[in-house]
């Protein structure tokens, strides 16, 4: 396994995903910085919704979501905006099946919610996490300063709100189709038996088939055979799996989660050391005060990792998103802001399992 150490920036569940790869696998993931997210949208069917207001992603120089609406910075500086009601019918569905706001699994957590404007709110998980929150204090990297309690209650009664709602749908689903399986309360025991006995065509009934499956492209990274190809619906499978193979089953957030990465959902941020607002002193690009830019900066300017795994723009399709791996905080910088869909994100993951530059 390659001995790169990298720092990844994701989602709730690709988060999760990248926990479980750790959890099962040699991962090279060495840093988790999740986003705090209420759900992504279709990267098709958006496109489908601009039409209607006689628009194409080609027009938008920028996106934000705030007070219920979708708001759209042209590149004519003139902005439209879209009720949120309105664009929830393109939101992906397998996020009405997540009951994570603020990406509980990984080791610093980053946000809008709660923290004033050029302010982001940061969730310090583990230990490592607060060894490099210290770190970007004390060289000047980031300002702290505490989260009020109002703040704090804004934050936790929007997670609650995510949490609520979407153990709904989940009981909905559960009613007339088959069961969430990450949504399962087993032991260990019981989920190495289940993986033991499963593979794709298991992932595909159970994830896939049912919508729950969020395009992460962690199944296509771990199958050792390459039989697994992810494009922009799902995974798929050229080939028959070999019998003792079950890594895609295991890796995939949707499937059984371990006990240890497991919320219960009463706790509606998860576990945590400390939350705080903070502000970038090195970057202004970008959204929630460029403090995931500010991090990985830090990171790869200290060395305590050797290159980011990031989600930039499509250079041809405007908007659309891509993974990449790279040591160059220019790059860092220029893909700064969030996408409002998903790719792939574990995609580059494969070329160093495979040695390949």
Not at 182 to 207: A, C, P, T
Not at 219 to 233: F, G, N
Not at 263 to 274: E, R, T, V, Y
Request: aromatic content about 8%; proline content about 4%.
């Amino acid at each position: 396994m390659s001995e790169r150490r990298i720092a990844m920036v994701g989602t709730p569940c690709e988060i999760m995903a990248a926990s479980k790869l750790q959890y099962f696998t040699d991962s090279p993931i060495d840093v988790k910085l999740g986003l705090f997210c209420m759900e992504n949208f279709s990267y098709k069917y958006f496109g489908n919704l601009l039409e209607e207001y006689d628009l194409k992603m080609d027009d938008i120089e920028k996106f934000q979501i705030t007070k219920g609406f979708v708001f759209l910075l042209l590149k004519t500086k003139e902005t439209v905006k879209i009720p949120l009601s309105v664009a929830k019918r393109v939101i992906r569905k397998n996020c009405n099946l997540c009951v994570e706001l603020t990406s509980e699994t990984s080791d610093i957590s980053v946000g809008s919610i709660g923290s004033e404007d050029g302010w982001s709110t940061l969730i310090i998980r583990t230990k490592k996490g607060e060894e490099i929150v210290n770190g970007a204090i004390e060289q000047k990297f980031i300002e702290p300063k505490d989260l009020t309690e109002s703040q704090f209650k804004l934050l936790n009664r929007l997670a609650e709100t995510k949490i609520n709602s979407n153990l709904e749908n989940i009981e909905e689903m559960e009613y007339f189709a088959r069961p969430v399986l990450y949504q399962r309360d087993k032991s260990d025991s019981s989920i190495n038996k289940e993986i033991s006995e499963s593979n794709f065509m298991d992932l595909k009934y159970n994830v896939i088939d049912i919508g729950a499956c969020v395009l992460c492209g962690a199944c296509e990274y771990v199958c050792p055979d390459r039989l697994i190809t992810i494009d922009d619906t799902k995974p798929r499978i050229n080939g028959e799996c070999p019998q003792d193979c079950h890594e895609c089953f295991a890796v995939c957030p949707r499937t059984f989660i371990p006990e240890y990465l497991r919320n219960d959902s009463s706790k509606a941020i998860g576990d945590f050391i400390k939350v705080m607002s903070v502000k970038s002193l090195k970057h202004t690009q970008g959204q929630d005060g460029s403090i995931v830019t500010t991090l990985l900066d830090y990171l790869l300017t200290n060395d305590i990792v050797s290159d980011a795994l990031i989600v930039d723009k499509d250079e041809y399709f405007a908007w659309k998103p891509y993974a990449k791996i790279t040591n160059d905080i220019d790059e860092v910088v220029k893909s700064g802001g969030t996408k409002y869909s998903v790719c792939p994100v574990f995609k580059p993951l494969r070329d160093i399992k495979e040695g390949v530059n």
